[in-house]
Structure formats: C-alpha cells, structure tokens
C-alpha cells in the first residue's frame, strides 16, 4: 500500500448512487488517482476492478457515496476486506509506507512478512488485511487467490532484482543509464506492487545512495 493523491471532483459532479460511481467521469477519476492499481495488493491493471469503500458503508448513505471513501480494488482484496477492516490507514492522507513494512520472503517458504514501524490502531489493522490479502488462512479459494498473487508478486520481483543486478554490473554508461531509468520507473509509487519494491531498495545501502530520493 503506498500514499494516494485523492484529486476533486469536477464542478457540478455529484455521487447520488451506485450508479454514479461505476461511471464516468468518477470512475476514470478514481481509476486514475489509484494510477489503475488495486490500492490494497498494489497489483496494477487487475484483470477484475471494483469501486471500494474504504469504510464499509453498511447501507450509511454519507459514506457509501463520499468520494474521498472511494478507491480502487481488484475482487480479491475487496472480497478478503469486506466490511470486517474499517480502521485501516487511510491512504490518501498518510504515507503508508511510514507506518508498515511489506517484504515477499523468497523461496521455499514463500509469504509475504507485514510488519508496522508504528504502533497505531490504523496500522496494525492494516498490517492484519494485508496479510491475509497475501498469505490466506482462511479458505481454500482465498489461500489458492493469494498464492497466485505471490506468484506475480514474485515474477515482478525477480525481474527488478535482475535490473538492479545488470545497473550494478554494467561498466558501459550509457546502458548503465538505461538501467537505471528503468529502476526508477520500476519504483514509483504508480508502478506494479510499488510498496514491495521500494522495500528492497531501502534495506540495502547500496542501493539507496543510488535511488533513495526517488522513494520520495
């Protein structure tokens, strides 16, 4: 999970329904603040996509049509979520990545370690959903979802990795420079599983002299 900038709705849109949220111009809205992301699991472009409400509504009109309640998910996360998580970090107002740590444990036990690096309510909720959203425990089909989310969690790692490898590696600058334009690409906050990323560059001092401002 990583910070979001919440933009305004136009003049004169309102949310009145359903309706009006799963249409344009809010939906391209939300899609677009979200960077086309899963704003939980970061998976960018999920092939399934709901409007989720960070809060759960439960039938409460102001919340089930506030915008700064809606966000973008994929079916998994919004499924895993539910109504059951309704003090989790907002992300469009803090940084979540001040307040946990998401890291993918490698090969052969493969989970993904939640973690908070502070000792609020938000962020251990959060660190809670977070788990389950990629390790499961709960039923068959969500344990079988969240282990084809490590698996593409994983393929993205592993080829970020192998770019740090070849930037480090190259002794030709101006490829060395083609990395590392890639590298920077890789780790913005808009790119596929962001959060998980980013966490590799910040546990390696190599890597952040080289990249750290670009965390910011």
Not at 28 to 52: A, H, Q, R, T, W
Not at 115 to 129: F, H
Request: with cysteine.
């Amino acid at each position: 999970m990583v910070k979001i900038n919440k933009s305004q709705l136009p003049d004169g849109v309102k949310i009145t329904s359903e309706k009006s949220y799963q249409s344009d111009p809010v939906f391209s809205l939300i899609k677009s603040d979200c960077n086309n992301k899963c704003y939980i699991c970061e998976e960018k472009e999920p092939s399934g996509l709901n409007v989720e409400h960070r809060v759960a509504h439960q039938g409460n009109k102001a919340l089930k049509y506030d915008w700064n309640n809606l966000l973008l998910s994929c079916y998994h996360c919004n499924h895993a979520k539910g109504s059951k998580f309704n003090n989790i970090l907002d992300c469009t107002v803090v940084d979540p990545e001040e307040f946990l740590e998401v890291l993918m444990m490698p090969y052969p036990n493969e989970y993904v370690s939640v973690r908070t690096l502070r000792d609020t309510d938000e962020a251990k909720e959060t660190a809670q959903l977070l788990d389950i959203v990629y390790n499961g425990e709960k039923t068959a089909i969500l344990n079988a979802e969240c282990e084809n989310l490590r698996n593409r969690v994983m393929k993205e790692l592993v080829s970020f990795q192998q770019k740090l490898i070849e930037y480090f590696e190259e002794n030709d600058s101006e490829i060395k420079q083609g990395f590392w334009r890639l590298i920077v690409k890789m780790i913005a906050r808009n790119s596929n599983f962001a959060s998980l990323k980013r966490i590799v560059i910040r546990r390696n001092s190599d890597y952040m002299r080289e990249f750290s401002e670009y965390l910011a």
